[in-house]
């Protein structure tokens, strides 16, 4: 009996995602693209926006593909915990955070340990935490004289930019880069590696032997 085949070349049923976003989705947009083109095993099953205005919902909406918004102004402390509801519906393999701008709490990460993906447009540790996002970040890079920066791929954790991690692209930092500029080459990194990231995710290549490392860590 032959094996059963999914996608091209793939052996195993496509990983289930559900990407979490807050403005115009452009890194899901590079996902969601590459799942349709076979080079990542997944399926963009839903598509969460903090905001309601962001225009990464209607991306996701002309793929057909369910879109909700959960604000922390309507929700509050309460946002996380709702959001699970709405997840736990699709069983995600992975959760993406693709440019989310809220503040991952403790319902979400208990619902989905290990199995929540960040990009940061910065080489972490450096330049991580609360108020590093958007243009904060890469005006911080200036400022500190760096030569490199680049995104960087990791688990979410309990912490603000503190998982382990997974994957990391330098950039080159030029003489006359502005934060603006800067910006744009670091996304364009950012497009890339998060897609290679997550087909090695969805490939089970990288995964666990992060996890496994963290937790010794953790142990010691």
């Known amino acids: 009996m032959k094996a059963k085949k999914y ?26 693209t590459a799942c349709t083109n076979n080079r990542i095993n997944g399926k963009v099953v839903a598509v969460i926006s903090s905001n309601a205005e962001a225009k990464g919902l209607i991306t996701a909406k002309n793929h057909g593909i369910d879109t ?9 402390d309460a946002r996380d915990t709702e959001m699970v509801k709405v997840i736990s519906r699709y069983q995600p393999d992975f959760v993406i955070l693709a440019g989310y701008l809220g503040i991952i709490t403790k319902p979400l990460l208990d619902a989905y340990p290990m199995r929540i993906i960040n990009i940061h447009p910065a080489l972490l540790p450096k330049h991580g935490g609360k108020n590093y996002f958007g243009l ?5 890079v200036i400022e500190a004289g760096d ?19 997974i994957n990391q692209q330098k950039v080159e930092v030029k003489k006359n880069d502005t934060p603006e500029i800067l ?7 950012e497009h890339k590696l998060f897609v290679k990231t997550i087909r090695q995710l969805c490939n089970g290549k990288t995964g666990a032997r992060k996890i496994y490392h963290y937790y010794r860590r953790k142990r010691r």
């Open 183 to 189: 910006q744009k080459r670091v996304l364009k990194a």
């Open 136 to 140: 904060n970040v890469h005006r911080a």
């Open 68 to 76: 909700y918004v959960f604000s922390k102004k309507e929700y509050g």
């Open 7 to 32: 996608g091209k070349g793939y052996k195993t049923p496509p990983k289930k995602l559900v990407v979490l976003i807050s403005g115009t989705g452009s890194n899901m947009t590079s996902i969601l």
């Open 147 to 165: 030569k490199k920066s680049g995104p960087t791929v990791h688990f979410v954790d309990e912490g603000t930019d503190t998982g382990p991690i």
